[in-house]
Antibody, heavy 121, light 106 residues
């Protein structure tokens, strides 16, 4: 059974960089046919897709966040990471990582439990 | 960018009711539409993928239909555990979610 677990700093100061990691267990992050996404949810609000990285290493980002987002993968540790720069209070949210299965059409079939990141001085 | 609009934003219903939630895309997305259920404090759970395919383990009272720009999620007979927030999500062009529909007990 695939499992995803987010980790990282729960408190980030304004203008600094948010950094999170998603550890994948029960399967290889290098398996073909999947991409790996970050999704966030501000308190009391809806879901916002941040971006994903393919098993090949190609990345795609939400245009509204593209200038501040970097998603990378560490195959040796079977994990992928999110960096979001120049954060403000509007970036306070629960951050989820998820597997994006591509067949027959893409969908998020496995999710982490989520981790709350608060942006505050 | 493809925008996803759900209606209604909230809905009150009773156990045993038939409920329909609608999702509209700003352009055609073929059948690249998924539905998720989220309960408070939990990660979303996949219900329907490719517009009408039921995810393994999801009760058959859930069904999805539509293609192009208009989609529906139907719950045939509401159960107590179905009161939650539902999201549609397109995967035709990168990814985007609808704003959610909160299903509450009447």
């Amino acid at each position: 059974q695939l499992q995803l677990q987010e980790s990282g700093s729960g408190l980030v100061k304004p203008s600094q960089t948010l950094s999170l990691t998603c550890a994948v267990s029960g399967g290889s992050i290098s398996s073909g046919g999947y991409s790996w996404s970050w999704i966030r949810q501000p308190p009391g609000k809806g879901l916002e897709w941040i971006g994903y990285i393919y098993h090949s290493g190609s990345t795609y980002y939400n245009p509204s966040l593209k200038s501040r987002v970097t998603i990378s993968v560490d195959r040796s540790k079977n994990q992928f990471s999110l960096k979001l720069s120049s954060v403000t209070a509007a970036d306070t949210a629960v951050y989820y990582c998820a597997r994006d299965r591509g067949d027959p059409t893409p969908y998020f079939d496995y999710w982490g439990q989520g981790t709350l990141v608060t942006v505050s001085s | 960018d493809i925008q996803m609009t759900q209606s209604p934003s909230s809905l009150s219903a009773s156990v045993g009711d038939r409920v329909t939630i609608t999702c509209r895309a700003s352009q055609s997305i073929s059948s690249y539409l998924n539905w998720y259920q989220q309960k408070p404090g939990k990660a979303p759970k996949l219900l329907i993928y490719a517009a009408s395919s039921l995810q393994s383990g999801v009760p058959s009272r859930f069904s999805g239909s539509g293609s192009g720009t208009d989609f529906t999620l139907t719950i045939s007979s509401l159960q107590p555990e179905d009161f939650a927030t539902y999201y549609c999500q397109q995967s035709y062009s990168i990814r985007a979610f609808g704003q959610g529909t909160k299903l509450e007990i009447k």
